[in-house]
């Protein structure tokens, strides 16, 4: 991996991709593209930015010979609850940019990643200790889309020797970028509103589990992952990989820790309640760790400490 190019760069993971790759490979070696560009936003000003809809396969593929790169990052994609207001769209844009991603890379021989997710398994999965292969029947359009992006980036390996690799994230927390219309955002809003306002009403309910992981430990899966020498990997692509699992009232009381005056109640929302209800208390990443090393920096407590330094540093700034 030495000139990547990214789609989706300005999303949750995408914008703090931009900046690690860019002190990694340096600055000309990271094409950061999205659909929109965000005036002031430093994936924008400080490195190359490209305006890029990827469901457009010429302009993807112009972009990557343009700039010659010999690896695509594809993120650009609709998360859960917002796939499920809109699944037609969520199909065609997740599915359409996946294969045009993929094509990109087996035409011009690019090295490949996208993230698949703990929503690519459902209802009918083992919920405990949720083995890397086992039944995937989801149902949500996001999920479909995941397990269907998963079997074709196998399939883009085996069948035309394309090298994607691909890890299962679960919920991403992060202070730098929000994440946009997800099931465990949540876990995102609670450390904003702690700030704000000592409060927050969980739209998950009291008793849901569900894996998350802090952003930086989800930047060093995609860096180590992609770097991992291909003689080591049996799997390529739908790596279980997670931190920590918890449920609203765990994060809380993590919270509390630090504000102890924090509160916090419930105001559940029907549809993501549904979503997290049909995915995984906690899944196992034996498989990551031991091909490729995953082993993530933060638990719980210490992703609380950075959140609330970091986020409380950003709010008080825009304030
Ligand atoms: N964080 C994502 C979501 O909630 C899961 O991949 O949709």
Redesign the pocket.
Known sequence: MKKVLITGALGQIGSELVERLRKDLGKDNVIATDIREIEGSPVVTDGIFEILDCTGQQAMMDTAKKYEVDTIIHLASL???TAEKHPQFAWNLNMTGLTNALETARELNLKYFSPS???AFGPSTPMDGTPQVTIQRPNTM?GVTKVAGELLCDYYHTKFGVDTRGVR?P??ISWKTL?G?????YAVDIYYEAIKNGHYDSFIAQGTKMDMMYMDDAIDAIVDLMNAPEENLIDRNAFNITAMSFEPEEIAASIKKYMPEFTMGYDVDPVRQGIADSWPNYIDDTAARKQWGFNPKYDLDAMTKDMLEKLGEKLAKEA
């Not at 219309?181 to 955002?185: A, E, I, M, P």
């Open positions: 998360l859960s609850a997710s703990i929503a996001y994230f919920g991403l994440p219309g997800g099931t465990t955002d």
